[in-house]
């Protein structure tokens, strides 16, 4: 039996609530992601993909409705025990990498087991594990400056990693990529997967959504559908969400 | 169109626009206190030091303008990195750059011209304050000195208005050269470079080597004369530009190499700083060499004035010397804390040319008299007068009881007799009251009262030259020469403290919105709040408090310089507590740029609980 990793009951966020517009972003959003999983969110530009990733990334409370992270609700946490939570639980995969360029791939790559006070010894092994598996154990003293695209996706692709989280998000991480490199990163990312991390990826790019197992579609703040790899190849799977697309978004 | 176009650009920024805004004016107001003195010719050439102290003031000008310049660049690029992206989204809506020029200069211009009306406001505040603030701390009644001086209003205007339509073309013809793209993501990664280990070493210890040769060849300004002031320029100056570009970076290599920085975000933050002491190399040495010259003025300043009532005190053992004082003088002196008197009978006959008084009164009451000990370092003794010194006309004691006599007396001869002898005087005799005070600047005010009273009981005497006599006459004829030297000192060293902070301050702050997007990637990667918070602190600080360090070592050494030449006495007490006051201000200032700076780049948690 798998377990799940993320399990969203009832979700509502309404911004604004007590002004003049008050906006209703999510309507009521159930979901769970089974451990190991890797799955897609898409919808359309204010579908409410981000505020929902937000919220399951601790970075946003929801109005109403819970989240649960690993067993651990998270919507009642204080700031400090969401940023603690963040460090230790979750991993992120940004759009433009975000490596800090005054810091060696190593550095990078070992600032969230810095966050966590871990020991030096410890840290060093933790990002060469890292790195190894992402196959750029041999970059680890280089600055981001000296590490083409595809090296640096990498390097943000470890520092996501290092900390053994119990799930990665990305928020549209192939968005400021060319096609080359994204679909390095899109490879690096099932590989990860592969090897039983759990993957949420928020996006809008079909190509991007094709390499996940099952695809949630959000549409005015609603899960509006859903659909599931099922063994399909990945083109196949690309033109189901293709078709999908077609007709949902009308 | 355009100004309401422009209108409504700051009126969304708001709060931004206010820190600009706030620091324009604080800058025009300083500019403004600086020409109220500069300017006034009738003020700076009354001085002691007369025309010198123009050419100060001129030097002091044109350094200040160049500060200005500087400063009001790094607030415009503040500026521009606030509006980069609106402008290319202007751009990007089809607006002309030359639309989009002309918007740059009409912000500018209105921002500049509207902060430096206010700031003029300001700035004869401040000048009022300030002034008025000294001239009761150093009791220098500042003739000829007005807060509000109409061509000091006009100089800050033209110099701002100059300044701020050249930042206006510089920024549009920056703008024009940038591609609305380019614009729109000006968010572009630093082109961070790890040093190499050697340049960084050899450049370290190049640094360090001209620093101690600037060091020494101040500390040895009796020997090198005036080329020490030359040697050390040059050596400083390139010394303090290396020590930033190589030695703390090493320094911060070093601690980087360590495990310690695995904790927390401190390798994050040794990183950023070392970049930004590199980035910054130029305005660090400016800042360090600019920050030794305002401490260093202050310090001179102050140190003049400590002086005076050492050299007072060394002149004389009494303040006042007041013979048959009206009952006026006697309540005034009545109200000094500390005090004590002393009072001898005294018959004049000028028949003999004498002035009588009794030797037994002095066997009582021995008259006190003071002598320098220590000429170089003013170190001066009192000490009670035998008999046999009070009637030697060459002594020092007879001299100082001399000098404490009426103005008419005292080219008569003093002679102690005895009481049979002082009572067979035809004379009418007078008491001579001297009064003797431990604190004169405390007591400044009520002997200066005293003074005028005796001046107009002396009459013609006193305005012929011969002055009222006693120690507090020696403390006021120097306070006229040194404290307008000494006001300048002050006022010279707070406006460039003033202005040099705040330049770094803009320098660090328009550097916050490139650092937005990684505080945004750590928060998210969960470091708290309070950690981001730590880790500005840490970096600002640094920032702030090199340059300080290595300014305060420059002032160390430079005062030699003052000592050497005999110039200036206990200049290590006035220096450790003007440094003191001087690092205060400029904490304040340190606090203001880690509260802005946290309040652009630190996410705020959406709930915080």
Known sequence: ?250 | MLFKISLSGVKSRWKDYLVLFSGMMITTAIFYMFEAISTNDKFTTSSPVGQNAKFVFIFGSILLAIITLVYVFYANNFLMSMRKHDYGLFMMLGAKSKVISKLIILETLVIGLASTFVGIILGVGFTKGLSGLLSSQIHVPLTNFSAFYMPAVWSTLILFLVLFVIAGLVNARTFMKTSALNLLRSNQESDWKDPKKRTLFVQAVVGLVLLAIGYYAMYDINHLQLLAIGIGLITIVLGTYFVFNSFFVMILEAVQRSNTSYKGLNNFTISQLKFRIRDYTKILSVVSLLFALALGAITVGIGFQRMVPMMAAGNNAYAVGLTNPSPKMKSLVGGIDGKTQVTYQQKVDPSTKSVYYRASQFEAQPFKYAHFTNQAQLKSKIDNASLTQLKDRASTAYASLNNLQTPLTRSLRIRLVSDTTFNQINAKANTLLLVRVKDMDAAATTLSKITNLQTRQYGKKVSEGLGVGGAFETYQLLKGVFGSLEFMGIFLGIAFLAMLASCLMFKILSGAASDKTRFEMLNKIGARKSVLNRSIAVQILGLFILPAVLGIIDVAFGLQMFIKANLLHGAYQTFGWSALGFSILYLIYYGITVMIYSKIVVPQTKVEK
């Not at chain 1, 890292?130 to 970059?139: M, S």
């Open chain 1, 1 to 250: 039996m798998t377990t799940e990793i993320v399990r969203t009951k009832d979700l509502h966020k309404t911004y604004d609530q007590n002004g003049p517009k008050p906006y209703e972003a999510l309507k009521g959003i159930t979901f769970s992601v089974q451990q190991g999983e890797f799955v897609g969110i898409m919808g359309a530009s204010g579908s409410g993909k981000t505020t929902l990733l937000n919220i399951m990334a601790t970075l946003d409370q929801p109005t109403s409705g819970s989240v649960e992270i690993d067993g651990k609700d998270v919507t009642n946490l204080t700031a400090n025990q969401m940023s603690d939570f963040r460090s230790e639980k979750l991993g992120f995969i940004f759009q433009d990498f975000n490596l800090l360029e005054t810091l060696t791939a190593q550095e990078n790559i070992a600032l969230p087991l810095s966050l966590q006070n871990k020991k030096a010894g410890e840290t060093k092994q933790s990002v060469e594990a890292a790195a190894k598996k992402l196959g750029i154990d041999d970059l680890l003293s280089k600055y981001p400056t000296q590490l083409s695209g595809g090296q640096k996706q990498r390097v943000a692709a470890a520092r996501a990693l290092v900390a053994n989280p119990s799930i990665i998000f990305g928020d549209e991480p192939t968005g400021a990529l060319d096609s080359t490199n994204a679909r390095e990163l899109l490879d690096t990312l099932t590989n990860i997967n592969q090897q039983g991390v759990s993957i949420l990826l928020v996006t809008h790019d079909p190509f991007s959504a094709s390499f996940c197992k099952r695809i949630l579609f959000i549409k005015d703040g609603k899960i509006g559908d859903e659909i599931d790899a099922d063994g399909k190849s990945r083109n196949e799977f690309y033109q189901q969400i293709l078709e999908k697309l077609g007709t949902f978004e009308q």
